[in-house]
């Protein structure tokens, strides 16, 4: 062997371990499209613009994250992929996983499929484990079935460690339930206090806002110490003199747990309880939306219902002291029994009044989702939510009982919107929106259905609406919106004016213009329900 050989083996073998080495690193990394098809965008937002497209399958290097969204690599370029229609490369589809049906009647069924047949049904609330995972489909085992739920009804419980765990930052396991007696039981009071990276690269931000400047990068499996939480944003200790902002849906809430005891009332009606169907669940200070969060609550966990009033549940929490949860979020042991025997229970139609009616507010966009951003800098998703608060109490004071998609600036999928209506069973579905045009000199309001039955509804609101704004009445028009299409129920979507029209988009972020538009869209309901 010439000494030129020699000296190239060695040289070789040092390259190609690189090479291996570097091969690790990529697929740790790499996520599996989860989805028939994966539009990308040049941006982190359902708001940007489609520049290509990734099929079921497809494997792709991550090379940033930002919020619910993966920066991936492109051509030349780079673009954005949302998240959740990914899975990890090393994901197993035999991890076994703690899931919570978030409606009533949630076929469950002998495959991944619409056409395949029934087995039975799950009530809002019921839990069950997930053994299995093929696309939008999960195969599960609750209530001595074994079968197959779409994921856009369900939701993932938060981990819980094994038995007997020594280390108690791994997790709160939660208790057995005891046989009904009246002794004290033990509860678990959840303090987090401890935050767990789940994405591979997530930023560190000055502000709880996602504009805030970036601070840092934190990787996967690390862990940082909690100093505050504040709605979906989580204040993080990096070091001895640095603290920073992340986004609470990248990580895990770890806790510490401290026992107390309760007793269940002796007359039966402290019995009550109610099922948490979502994971972050807002349980607030007070009975509104607008009131401080004193924790977030995952799918699963149950409290005792002290009081109920208007469409707030007054709760108990483990360590004894009360807090409030909207009934919109939640389910209840009495529920669900009038579900599996009867079906829901309405009140009694009142002529001239909204009472008796289900109505579902939807307010349009909401967390990474901007929604469009107006030519003076509005975003949508703030301006949806600010106006449906405010129909929502001009209906409930007509005594509608109202429901509302989403209650904080999250997202929420459309299908999941979708899937509030038919739980709900709503007498009306209202998609709150503001439109947008390249053209900036396109203006005025427009009401959309889908369905040729739900245009009567379509075309009496938007009357009502051209009776309070002054915008350009567009008419009652069909589109063709995911929200509307799959929607069973009495469906309509607004356009409440255009914010690509600097001018209007003057007068459509005014407190009149709300409590215009507002009243409008409760002048039209009430003439609909009327006739």
């Known amino acids: 062997m010439s000494k030129t050989s020699k000296r190239i083996i060695p040289f070789t073998i040092l390259f190609s371990l690189l090479l291996f080495v570097q091969s690790i690193q990529a697929n740790e990394n790499e996520v599996i499209v989860d989805a028939p098809s994966l539009h990308i965008r040049s941006g982190p937002g359902l708001t940007y613009d489609v520049i290509g497209s990734l099929k079921k399958g497809d494997r792709v290097k991550i090379h940033s994250s930002s919020d619910d969204w993966y920066e991936i690599s492109i051509g030349n370029g780079n673009g954005w992929i949302a998240s959740w229609l990914t899975v990890p490369e090393n994901h197993s589809s035999a991890e076994q996983t703690t899931i ?51 994921t856009d009804y369900i939701t993932e419980a938060s981990p819980q460690p094994k038995e007997n765990a020594a280390d108690p930052d791994e997790g709160t396991a939660e208790e057995p339930e005891p046989a009904p007696s009246k002794v004290p039981s033990a509860s678990k009071e959840i303090q987090p206090d401890t935050y767990l990276v789940s994405v591979n690269a997530l930023h560190v931000r000055k502000k709880a806002d996602q504009s805030s400047k970036q601070i840092g990068t934190i990787q996967r499996g690390e862990t940082y110490a909690i100093k505050e939480i504040q709605g979906n944003w989580v204040r993080i200790v990096l070091d001895k003199k640095k603290e920073g902002w992340v986004y609470s849906f990248h990580g895990t809430l770890l806790a510490s747990e401290t026992e107390t005891h309760s007793t269940e009332d002796s007359d039966g009606a402290g019995g009550a309880m109610v099922t948490i169907l979502t994971n972050g669940t807002n349980i607030r200070q007070a009975a509104t939306t607008s009131s401080e969060i004193v924790r977030r609550a995952d799918a699963g966990e149950k409290f005792r219902i002290l009081e109920e009033k208007d469409n707030w549940y007054t709760i108990e929490l483990p360590a004894g002291e009360s807090a409030y949860v ?118 005025g309001f427009t009401t959309y259905y889908t369905r040729s039955a739900h245009q009567e509804l379509a075309a009496t609101v938007n009357e009502g609406l051209a009776s309070t704004v002054p915008l350009r009445d567009r008419g009652a028009q069909p589109g063709n919106f995911l929200v509307l299409r799959e929607n069973r129920q009495n469906a309509i979507l607004i356009e409440l004016g255009f914010l690509s029209n600097p001018n209007e988009e003057r007068i459509v972020t005014s407190d009149l213009f709300r409590e215009q538009a507002t009243h409008g869209i409760y002048k039209g309901l009430l003439e609909y329900f009327n006739e």
């Not at 949630?106 to 029934?118: C, F, I, K, M």
């Not at 069950?128 to 696309?135: T, Y």
């Not at 909207?326 to 009694?348: F, H, L």
């Open 100 to 150: 919570v049906s978030q409606v009533d009647g949630l076929n469950v069924r002998t495959g991944p499929s619409v056409e395949s047949a029934v087995l039975g049904r799950l009530e809002a609330g019921d839990e069950g484990i997930r053994i299995d995972q093929d696309g939008n489909w999960a195969k599960i085992v609750a209530n001595g079935l074994e079968g197959w739920v779409h």
């Open 326 to 443: 909207a009934n919109w979020v939640v389910s209840t042991d009495e529920e669900r029994t009038i579900a599996e025997n009867t079906g829901k229970k309405k009140a009694e139609r009142v002529p001239g009044t909204l009472k008796g009616l289900t109505i579902v507010i939807d307010p349009g966009h909401g967390g990474n989702d901007r929604g469009t951003t107006g030519a003076r800098g509005t975003d949508e998703k703030g301006l949806t939510m600010l106006t449906s608060e405010l129909l929502a109490a001009k209906l409930k004071a007509a005594g509608a009982d109202v429901i509302m998609t989403r209650e904080a600036d999250t997202y929420v999928s459309l299908r999941k919107r979708v899937a509030v209506s038919h739980q709900h069973e709503a007498d009306a579905f209202i998609s709150i929106h503001y439109d947008a045009n390249p053209d900036a000199s396109i203006h």
